[in-house]
């Protein structure tokens, strides 16, 4: 997972990762008048979390843009949507600026194994943190790298100290993962030859997608890791909702994720492999 050495004390299961997200800030006892962190482009749970918690929210797209209120600042590469993968530098820069200001950095790493022209960097790696910990947590899943969605395996890892404020509140909520999905996390994570099938995968209906969106005129924007591509005609994105849909194609409007996205659309490489030819095919035509 990343350049680092983990103890148990370290490392916390959890229900996938999309609770852990959302319930994160309340673990952290953020409330009214707290401040989250996210990614100006991001999947919605990171904003809604902070709402569960009645706490604000601002978006950020460098590490200059974290105010000194800020509480809490999520991290997410490879991104959803985009799939932009930040560097060890930028990375760096937020986790000095987070420690700066004393808010937490938690990074969600659960397309980490999927890079594509890039190899995605963990903010757990000692070239992002020096090999210090302190305020550092990366949220980590089994559900895109070993396709297990519906068995809702993931952990969270980091700091002894966040880990143990984590442990102590999960345990008394119900959110403790059960055994048997536990054994299974443990065959899956000790097997690296399906990861790299799976990955195949991913990539081949990759390379068709990019190759089809490319010769019916659109741009593809950052997508060097993870399972979608960031497409654009210049145009509104429902405009290009509209047009795809008319041609049987359903993709995700860019402005879902943030009004930066208004000229995007999100593509997934989750559909089988016929779906996948059918879009390129329909595209073509």
Not at 38 to 56: C, D, F, Q, S
Not at 153 to 161: I, L, M, N, Q, T
Request: proline share 4%; glycine share 8%.
């Amino acid at each position: 997972m990343a350049n680092c050495d983990l103890t148990v004390d370290q490392v916390v299961p959890t229900l996938g990762s999309k609770e852990l997200v959302a319930w994160l800030p309340i673990i952290f006892g953020l409330a009214k008048g707290s401040t989250v962190a996210i990614p100006e482009l991001a999947y919605p749970t990171y904003a809604v979390g902070a709402l569960m918690a009645h706490a604000n929210v601002i978006t950020y797209v460098t590490a200059q843009d974290i105010t000194d209120t800020v509480d809490l600042i999520w991290v997410n590469t490879p991104s959803n949507p985009t799939g932009q993968v930040l560097s060890a530098v930028q990375l760096k820069e937020i986790v000095e600026r987070g420690r700066k200001i004393g808010a937490p950095i938690v990074s969600d790493e659960c397309y980490i194994e999927l890079g594509w022209s890039v190899k995605p960097v963990s903010v757990l790696d000692r070239s992002v943190n020096d090999g210090d910990l302190t305020g550092i947590l990366a949220v980590y899943s089994l559900s895109k790298r070993s396709n297990l969605a519906g068995y809702r395996s993931g952990a969270v890892v980091g700091d002894p100290e966040l880990i143990d404020n984590i442990t102590s509140l999960r345990k008394h909520s119900g959110m403790l993962l059960p055994t048997p999905i536990q054994h299974a996390t443990i065959a899956a994570l000790g097997d690296t030859k399906h990861v790299e099938i799976q990955k195949a995968k991913y990539g081949a209906r990759r390379d068709l997608l990019h190759t089809a969106l490319v010769e019916a005129g659109f741009e593809i924007s950052h997508s060097e890791a993870g399972l979608y591509l960031w497409a654009t005609r210049g145009e509104d994105c429902f405009a290009t909702v509209d047009w795809l849909a008319t041609r049987g194609i359903l993709v995700a409007p860019g402005d879902f994720y943030g009004v930066a996205g208004a000229k995007h659309i999100r593509v997934a490489m989750t559909g089988t492999d016929e779906r996948i030819s059918h879009f390129a095919s329909r595209l073509r035509s």
